[in-house]
């Protein structure tokens, strides 16, 4: 079995900072790819940066030199440092991570932390 455990969210005013965390454990043999996705009130979920096992990392437009995710592949963790935050990156953001075990490979995701971001 499997599970990703994020933590890291909660309330800052526009400008400020926060950093994710989502951590897997269980059973793992690699992971590949590791996401992070955020769903806002009435809308889709979007991915919002995504990092390769090789350490390649994409940015959704919106984010772009605000966001930057990285990985520790030793703790099985991704990070998403999250600075110049402004109300509109208000969601619940979710992480998702491609994992290997003895029996399968699969998308597994977190629970979700609800970031809110307002004066």
């Known amino acids: 079995q499997v599970q990703l455990v994020e933590s890291g969210g909660g309330l800052v005013q526009p400008g400020g900072s926060l950093r994710l965390s989502c951590a897997a454990s269980?059973?793992?043999?690699?992971?590949?790819?590791m996401d992070w996705y955020r769903q806002a009130p009435g809308k889709q979920r979007e991915l919002v940066a995504g990092?390769?096992?090789?350490?390649?990392?994409n940015y959704a437009d919106s984010v772009k030199g605000r966001f930057t995710i990285s990985r520790d592949n030793a703790k099985n963790t991704v990070y998403l440092q999250m600075n110049s935050l402004k109300p509109e990156d208000t969601a619940v953001y979710y992480c998702r991570q491609t994992i290997t075990t003895m029996y399968s490979r699969n998308m597994y995701w977190g629970q979700g932390t609800q970031v809110t971001v307002s004066s």
């Open positions: 269980g059973s793992i043999l690699s992971i590949n790819a």
């Open positions: 990092i390769t096992s090789g350490g390649s990392a």
